[in-house]
């Protein structure tokens, strides 16, 4: 049985950082596409950032330059590196895992980020 496991959530003050991970058990994700989204209270879950198998990053507009992905295939996880975090980043982060466009094999739990001064 795959799992992912996301951390790193919390409460950070604007222009902070947090570093989310998503750890994989059950079976190696290496040649996975692994992608983040978030889902902000009242909202529709949105894709945020993902990464190739070869390690090609991918971002939407709204944080490029300010989150970085990243993945150790020897570790089975991905990590999200999230700098000069704003207010409308807050939401439930969620990670997932993919073999083809558009359909998501494996989802995490999610994590908590709350963005506030």
């Known amino acids: 049985q795959v799992q992912l496991v996301e951390s790193g959530g919390g409460l950070v003050q604007p222009g902070g950082s947090l570093r989310l991970s998503c750890a994989a058990s059950?079976?190696?994700?290496?040649?996975?596409?692994m992608d983040w989204f978030r889902q902000a209270p009242g909202r529709e879950r949105e894709f945020v950032a993902g990464?190739?198998?070869?390690?090609?990053?991918y971002y939407i507009e709204a944080v490029k330059g300010r989150f970085t992905i990243s993945r150790d295939n020897a570790k089975n996880t991905v990590y999200l590196q999230m700098d000069s975090l704003k207010y409308e980043d807050t939401a439930v982060y969620y990670c997932?895992?993919?073999?083809?466009?558009?359909?998501?094999?494996?989802w995490g739990q999610g994590t908590q980020v709350t963005v506030s001064s």
């Open positions: 997932a895992a993919r073999l083809r466009a558009g359909i998501w094999d494996y």
């Open positions: 059950g079976r190696t994700l290496s040649n996975y596409f």
């Open positions: 990464i190739s198998w070869s390690s090609t990053p």
